[in-house]
């Protein structure tokens, strides 16, 4: 069974510019949740999507979105890059909102 | 508030020790779960073990070993006989289920335990 994939692995921006990332998560699991790693803060939990639906969101600004599509695809944006969104961006998986989750590799977003 | 606090930093050991990593957390909830995740320099969490919090029973998997201790808010992790392939950062994690209608998917983790094990 293949596990969740991140799109972009790799990502260069400029400050002011906005992102997309994109995770599939593994076939059958409808719950994706996104997650920013940085050396200062750690693993900071930025929302869990289920059935297309936001279902709970960590403490980070507007400029932070996501979105959920049908066939449990994710994607998050982020507008208006800052220096300080430098970070690894985690996506994980789980089959719903009551199990452990998967993650993947990340995409790794450098603000220049 | 919930917490999650890995005191060990960084452990280095040889091959072939035995390594406890330590993880105390802190949540005003009855019903919660506990993770462990393993972060390899590829940088993809590996999910190791969930735990929820009417199940005290300790847990043994190969090299691997839980103490779960909710009178002192501990969940720690044992790995007998260190392998190089653990060399890893290894993070403990809680999700508040009840606050979240049964979602897990808010992880709180904690700041993470780098181990190096040495040949």
């Known amino acids: 069974k293949a596990g969740v994939t991140q799109t972009p692995r790799y990502l260069i921006k400029t400050r002011g510019q906005q992102v997309t990332l994109s995770c599939s998560p593994i076939?059958?699991?409808?719950?994706v949740s996104w997650y920013q790693q940085t050396p200062g803060q750690g693993l900071q939990f930025l929302f869990e999507?289920?059935?297309?639906?936001?279902?709970n969101k960590g403490n980070f600004p507007g400029r932070f979105s996501g979105r959920q599509f049908s066939n449990s695809r994710s994607e998050m944006n982020v507008s208006t890059l800052e220096l300080g969104d430098s970070a690894l961006y985690l996506c994980a998986s789980s089959r719903d909102t009551t199990y452990e989750q998967y993650f993947g590799p990340g995409t790794r977003l450098t603000v220049t | 508030a919930q917490k999650v606090t890995q005191a060990q930093t960084e452990i280095s050991v040889v091959e072939k020790e035995d390594v406890t990593l330590d993880c105390v957390y802190e949540t005003r909830d009855t019903t919660y779960y506990l993770f462990w995740y393993k972060q390899p320099p590829s940088g993809e969490l590996v999910f190791l073990i969930r735990?929820?919090?009417?199940?005290?029973q300790n847990e043994i998997s190969g090299r691997y070993s839980w103490n779960f201790q909710k009178s002192t808010s501990s969940f720690n992790f044992t790995i007998t006989a260190s392998q190089v392939v653990d060399s890893a950062v290894y993070f403990c994690a809680l999700s508040e289920a009840r606050n979240y209608g049964g979602s897990q998917g808010n992880l709180i983790f904690g700041k993470g335990t780098k181990l190096s094990v040495k040949p």
């Open positions: 076939s059958g699991h409808r719950s």
């Open positions: 999507y289920f059935s297309e639906t936001q279902r």
């Open positions: 735990r929820n919090s009417f199940d005290e």
